[in-house]
């Protein structure tokens, strides 16, 4: 079965870079893309960026394009987010989703919690 | 980029009571590339509904999506106890993917 396990809740001080990772799982890894979502509290997701792990394309919102890095290791079937020059508004729960055969974002990870806090 | 508005904010329903979640967008969107998710609290959002009918796998048939051009509908036919949920619709028609800021179905 499908499976996208993400790596543990970081605290992070306001600044600093912080990487999240998604293993995936039950699927063959370079034939779907993989999207990143956060949710900040109380407010709505938010899509972050997409890499297509077949050839390390990437798509990134133009709101987090100058602080987002996404990156592949095929080898071992994980997708890295690297978001950097944190701020307190950056703490959110951070989700990798699955880009669909339709495009929708059919299977989610589990979420990473980052806190940036000084 | 298309802003998507849901209504109501919150429900409050009986288990066994019918639901209808409306989500409105700021332009047009194409129906294949419009979904509705279902969160629970400290879980991650499941996918529901895609292009805008189709259920997800291993989603029961009381979940239904029907819509077009710039409105949608999730339609819960019998509330059961683990429907209680915060629901958000999404579309993917156009870049940034953008999600509705979710509808609370809650327990009266």
């Known amino acids: 079965q499908v499976q996208l396990v993400q790596s543990g809740a970081e605290v992070k001080n306001p600044g600093a870079s912080v990487t999240v990772s998604c293993k995936a799982s039950?699927?063959?890894?370079?034939?779907?893309?993989l999207h990143w979502v956060r949710q900040a509290p109380g407010q709505r997701l938010e899509w972050m960026a997409l890499?297509?792990?077949?050839?390390?394309?990437?798509v990134y919102s133009q709101k987090f394009q100058d602080r987002v890095t996404i990156t592949r290791d095929t080898s071992a079937s994980t997708v890295h987010m690297e978001l950097s020059r944190l701020t307190p508004e950056d703490t959110a729960v951070y989700y990798c989703?699955?880009?669909?055969?339709?495009?929708?974002?059919?299977?989610w990870g589990q979420g990473t919690l980052v806190t940036v806090s000084s | 980029e298309i802003v998507l508005t849901q209504s109501p904010g919150s429900l409050s329903l009986s288990p066994g009571e019918r639901a209808t979640l409306s989500c409105r967008a700021s332009?047009?969107?194409?129906?294949?590339?419009f979904a509705w998710l279902q969160q629970k609290p400290g879980q991650a959002p499941r996918l529901l509904i895609y292009?805008?009918?189709y259920r997800a796998t291993g989603i029961p048939d009381r979940f239904s999506g029907s819509g077009s051009g710039t409105d949608f509908t999730l339609t819960i036919s019998r509330l059961e106890p683990e429907d209680f949920a915060v629901y958000y619709c999404?579309?993917?028609?156009?870049?940034?993917?953008?999600f509705g800021q979710g509808t609370t179905v809650e327990s009266k």
């Open positions: 999404q579309q993917y028609s156009s870049s940034p993917r953008t």
């Open positions: 890499i297509k792990p077949g050839d390390g394309n990437t």
């Open positions: 292009g805008t009918s």
């Open positions: 039950g699927y063959t890894f370079s034939d779907y893309g």
């Open positions: 332009q047009s969107v194409s129906q294949t590339y």
């Open positions: 989703a699955r880009h669909g055969p339709v495009s929708m974002n059919d299977y």
